[in-house]
């Protein structure tokens, strides 16, 4: 299994431009998330989705996007890109279910894509 | 959502046990204590999640005291491989609908040296 795979992994940016990181698992999770980490410190959520169709802001939504059509693809949008969103984004799935019975809610991270705005 | 509060940062040798303490006062009923580690240009990873007394895996151990204001990630017999941020989660499971605002503080630096 590939578990959760990020496109790109490298990109740098000009102000004002956009674009679109993409995440797809094959795991069948039912809930998929959009992390930045900046230098030194802790994961942010940017978006979470518990399912196709339904999407949610998380801690830091604003200047992005995101669309959730299929189970396997969660793509975030950068519009008009700023310094400020110079980051490592990484995407993440999980499966929600009954803890009674061992699941533990477990996320699986992609490998991260590092976004550079100049 | 359950705020946690860590160590910044902690060193060990190879060969001890360590033990890193993450407290988390306003921690609800149905909350859930995870434990991830990360290392450098990588995701994090799944370590551990226990609900309360103790629960332990091939890699580690969680304390969980009877007011599960606090808990406690142990690494046995750490080795340099074990150098890495480890992040302490406090969040429950929704089983249907709702969400699963996991957040991460900024963990703690484990420093394990020769």
């Known amino acids: 299994n590939a578990g959760v795979t990020q496109t790109p992994k490298f990109r740098i940016l000009k102000i004002g431009q956009s674009m679109t990181l993409q995440c797809t698992q094959d795991m069948n999770h039912n809930y998929m998330y959009w992390y930045r980490q900046d230098p030194g410190m802790g994961l942010k959520l940017i978006y979470y989705?518990?399912?196709?169709?339904?999407?949610d802001k998380g801690e830091v939504p604003n200047g992005y996007n995101v669309s959730r059509s299929t189970t396997e693809d969660f793509p975030l949008r950068l519009e008009l890109a700023a310094p400020s969103q110079t980051s490592v984004y990484f995407c993440a799935s999980s499966y929600s279910g009954d803890p009674s019975v061992g699941y533990t809610g477990e996320l699986f991270f992609g490998e991260g894509s590092r976004l550079t705005v100049l | 959502l359950a705020k946690t509060t860590q160590p910044i940062s902690m060193d060990s040798y190879e060969g001890q046990e360590v033990n890193i303490t993450c407290s988390h006062n306003?921690?609800?009923?149905?909350?859930?204590i995870t434990w991830y580690q990360q290392f450098p240009s990588q995701g994090p990873r799944f370590i551990i999640q226990?609900?309360?007394t103790k629960v332990t895996n091939e890699v580690a151990s969680l304390f969980i005291p009877a007011d599960r204001k606090s808990s406690t990630l142990s690494l046995p017999r750490v080795s340099l491989s074990d150098t890495a941020v480890y992040y302490c989660l406090v969040g429950f499971r929704i089983l249907t609908g709702g969400g699963n605002k996991l957040t991460f503080g900024t963990g703690t630096q484990l420093k394990v040296e020769l």
């Open positions: 989705s518990v399912g196709a169709g339904i999407t």
């Open positions: 306003n921690i609800a009923t149905n909350d859930y």
């Open positions: 226990g609900y309360k």
